[in-house]
């Protein structure tokens, strides 16, 4: 892209202050309690990322919970089966997005259609028939409910050896079914249109319009972004990207942005939300993050904005890790200033705290002020534990 003439200097501080109210992360309760909460957040958000890493509460869990104090799990499992008010697709990851935006994904879902999937291309016609036979005589089903499979070799670490599973997972990429509910990791499928309400599913948006989508949703979830913040894990979409931002930029609806410590990279952000000064977020809000939260997940951002640098060690060797299996990140008002590894002990019913490693100001603080901290902390993990360990 072209260097533009004119940009908007913003220190990190704004821009931090900028990207909390976005993420809604500022206030105590801005999207209410309930069901329609939950709506109101994945819409907000965009999306809402499933994990199946269970030390503690799973991450879809966990981030809805961090901006809905009052966030029961029954609320999700309403807006997901009853409501139908979000529904389950790929983003960057496996994640719950707003039905409102189901059209956005349909070209995706013909792509699969197409040309199939990468993940499954031992997936056989007949497995495929066999499971869309199943719904559409038997109604919703688990992979449970189907026990005749001849088993085969798994093809990745992560892949099941059931055929029929594997069929539904094709026909969920593709859009001819679609989870309607979860127990845990156990999902329900049902067809599509059927699960919906549906004689025939909304009209596909174009690809101007899905370029158009997902910047806009990364500038009300993000307030300033760049190439890398709208095309997390999707290079290719960058250059569409790019042409619409310099399209919004001569006609005066988005401003270049000068980010402190950001030396070449391109960030913009629409004119509003700079003119509209981020008020400090006061120390009394505070937040355990999930490391897939939009806060944390795209890690170069996090580090640029907030000054700390994530490390998601699940993976790594026990002896090599820095804070631990499934580090939370700690938010105090506007400062990340402790990274906790914790573990839920299910049959104690009590949270084992494995580590605890002060960050950033959390880490340069002394005396009463580190106390201080600490008490806060303390407090958040108290209902943090109550959540854990509650429905």
């Not at 919970?65 to 029954?74: D, E, M, Q, S, V």
């Not at 409501?83 to 990851?93: G, K, M």
């Not at 259609?113 to 993940?119: C, I, L």
């Not at 093809?155 to 079914?177: C, D, I, N, T």
């Amino acid at each position: 892209m072209s260097t533009p003439e004119q940009t908007f200097p913003l220190t990190k501080l704004q821009a931090r202050r900028i990207w909390l109210r976005a993420q809604r992360l500022d206030a105590k309760a801005p999207l209410g309690d309930g069901a329609q909460a939950v709506t109101a957040a994945v819409a907000h958000l965009g999306y809402v990322q499933i994990d199946t890493i269970n030390v503690i509460e799973r991450s879809h869990h966990h981030i809805l919970f961090t901006r809905i104090p009052a966030y029961r799990r029954a609320d999700l499992k309403q807006a997901q089966s009853v409501d139908r008010s979000v529904f389950e697709y790929w983003t960057h990851a496996l994640s719950y997005v707003p039905t409102q935006d189901f059209r956005f994904f349909l070209p995706a879902m013909r792509r699969h259609r197409r040309d199939g999937h990468r993940w499954l291309t031992s997936v056989k016609p007949d497995d495929m028939r066999k499971v869309m036979r199943l719904l559409r005589q038997n109604g919703p089903l688990t992979i449970r409910d189907i026990d005749d499979d001849v088993l085969t070799e798994k093809e990745h670490l992560w892949a099941s050896r059931k055929p029929s599973k594997r069929a539904l997972q094709l026909g969920f990429y593709r859009g001819e079914v679609t989870v309607a509910g979860r127990d845990g990791m156990l999902k329900t499928y049902d067809l599509t249109n059927r699960h919906f309400g549906w004689d025939r599913p909304p009209k596909p948006a174009t690809e101007t319009e899905v370029t158009a989508y997902l910047l806009d949703r990364g500038l009300r979830a993000q307030g300033v972004v760049s190439l890398d913040s709208i095309c997390h894990l999707d290079a290719p979409r960058k250059a569409k990207i790019a042409r619409l931002i310099e399209t919004r930029v001569r006609r005066g609806e988005l401003v270049a942005v000068d980010l402190e410590g950001a030396t070449k990279q391109l960030h913009w952000a629409r004119p509003a939300d700079l003119e509209r000064e981020a008020s400090e977020v006061p120390p009394e809000r505070v937040h355990i993050l999930s490391p897939f939260d939009p806060l944390i997940i795209q890690r170069k951002r996090t580090a640029l904005i907030f000054d700390y640098s994530h490390r998601f060690e699940a993976y790594v060797p026990k002896e090599k890790r820095l804070f631990g299996y499934f580090a939370l990140p700690v938010l105090v008002g506007e400062e990340i200033v402790a990274a906790l590894d914790i573990k839920t002990d299910r049959a104690k019913r009590k949270l084992l705290m494995q580590k605890w490693s002060w960050v950033g100001k959390g880490k340069s603080a002394k005396g009463d002020a580190r106390k201080e901290l600490k008490r806060r902390i303390e407090e958040e993990l108290d209902r943090f534990a109550r959540f854990q360990l509650g429905d």
